[in-house]
């Protein structure tokens, strides 16, 4: 491979991992005036399934499903997307999206206990320090009372891990049984499809429905620019995992972590305490430690089923 066509490669990476950090700010300022989480979440599948469905055109990605197909999309559309971003869409209300940032880099910490109870990864010593590394950043988000702006938002961080545990979950789910089939624009597609469909009743009859008015504010289009970057970003990872392979594509996690904290930063004005920089260290500390080193056993920085509320 030629330098410039590497340094293409490694410019890809980067802006993939701008465009997946910054979802998290967005989120934010998407429940910045009391939008409930059902209600954003019918938009933001609504939105990206526009999206992914133009893209798996323009690509010749064929859509047609049967059954198998559709009980996959409906499990990622429940445990992918409506679940947890359910509870990240409450947590991003409550806590810094910089301390989201960093609670969502324990997906492939927590995917490793749940890989070796499905049988599908080998036990490594290593790999289990990785995990006690990302533990011990949660642990300092929540003890020291000076970590977060607020010591009572330390009783939300378990609610901002829901979402990576879903995550994790979802990538060993399939690792194990597969996806009947779909690449992974097609699945995040069809689990978009069926989200929308599941997301209407539970947003109208829960009272937390959104009916878009013109001109739109600051929340309206914070929905829509990230579920477009979530779409676009994911297939832009899926396309580097095909030039590059898996390896390298993975590296985009550190990227994700760091740029949604700069983003906070810059876009949000957020500020973080010795504690948190500290939690960051550990916790991409631990990233390191728990990626597998072999192609073929890396997943997407993200879950399949996550559209915008990272």
Not at 79 to 92: E, F, H, K, Q, W
Not at 151 to 171: D, Q, R, S, V
Not at 183 to 209: E, K, M, R
Request: proline letters at 7%; hydrophobic letters at 60%; aromatic letters at 12%.
């Amino acid at each position: 491979m030629t330098r410039t066509a590497w340094a293409g490669l490694v410019a890809a990476l980067v802006v993939i991992g701008a465009g997946w950090g910054v979802t998290g700010p967005l989120s934010k300022i998407a429940v910045s005036t009391g939008y409930r989480p059902l209600g954003l979440i019918f938009w933001q599948l609504a939105i990206s399934a526009a999206v992914l469905g133009v893209i798996c055109r323009a690509t010749g990605r064929p859509l047609r499903i049967g059954w198998p197909q559709v009980r996959w999309a409906l499990v990622i559309a429940l445990i992918g997307t409506l679940i947890p971003n359910s509870a990240s869409y409450a947590a991003y209300a409550r806590l810094p999206a910089g301390v989201m940032s960093i609670l969502l880099s324990l997906i492939p910490m927590l995917a490793f206990p749940i890989a070796l109870a499905l049988g599908i990864d080998r036990f490594r010593p290593v790999r289990l320090l990785g995990l006690a590394l990302g533990l011990a950043a949660v642990w300092l988000l929540v003890a020291p009372e000076a970590s977060l702006p607020d010591p009572a938002m330390a009783l939300f961080i378990p609610l901002g891990l829901i979402a990576p545990l879903c995550y994790a979950f979802e990538g060993n789910m399939v690792a194990k049984w597969g996806t009947a089939g779909l690449g992974p624009l097609q699945l995040l597609f069809w689990a978009s499809v069926f989200g929308t469909g599941l997301a209407l009743p539970l947003a109208w009859f829960s009272g937390q429905w959104i009916a878009p008015r013109w001109p739109l504010g600051a929340p309206e289009w914070a929905l829509a620019a990230s579920s477009v970057v979530h779409a676009l970003v994911y297939s832009s990872y899926v396309w580097l995992v095909g030039r590059a392979g898996s390896v390298f594509a993975a590296q985009v996690s550190y990227l994700v972590t760091g740029f949604g904290m700069l983003w906070a930063m810059l876009i949000l004005g957020e500020t973080y305490s010795p504690f948190i920089w500290a939690a960051l260290a550990l916790m991409l500390a631990g990233l390191f430690l728990v990626q597998p080193r072999r192609a073929a056993a890396l997943a997407p920085a993200q879950g399949i089923g996550e559209t915008g509320a990272n």
